[in-house]
């Protein structure tokens, strides 16, 4: 499995930016699909994961704010983040497990900068 992350830049601080990672898997019944984030000297952390039974999850400092969603045809998944603030700055990833037995699959990262 390989997963190519791209979107991320420079914004300012409400602005919006939308993530992208595109699968070399069909990704219609994939298990688990996420985006986690880790900022320097901090832990890596879950931002966004959707399911394959259509459950959704949103860490506590995004939510209301990010939207994950999928688009099976393009076997992608987004990360739709808006109302930018300074401590979403990171460096976000993301990952894909298969099945709930299988191994994690990480992107690359694409860097988010937001200044205030």
């Known amino acids: 499995v390989q997963l190519q992350a791209s979107g991320g830049g420079l914004v300012q601080a409400v602005e919006s930016l939308r993530l992208s990672c595109a699968a070399s898997v069909t990704i219609a019944r994939v298990y688990f699909m996420g985006w986690y984030r880790q900022a320097p000297g901090k832990q890596r952390e879950l931002v966004a994961a959707?399911?394959?039974?259509?459950?959704?999850n949103y860490g506590d400092s995004v939510k209301g704010r990010f939207t994950i969603s999928r688009d099976d045809a393009k076997n992608t998944v987004y990360l739709q983040m808006s109302s930018l603030k300074p401590e979403d700055t990171a460096v976000y990833y993301c990952?894909?497990?298969?099945?709930?037995?299988?191994?994690?699959?990480w992107g690359q990262g694409t860097l988010v900068t937001v200044s205030s």
């Open positions: 990952k894909v497990r298969v099945s709930p037995w299988a191994t994690d699959y």
């Open positions: 959707s399911t394959s039974a259509g459950v959704t």
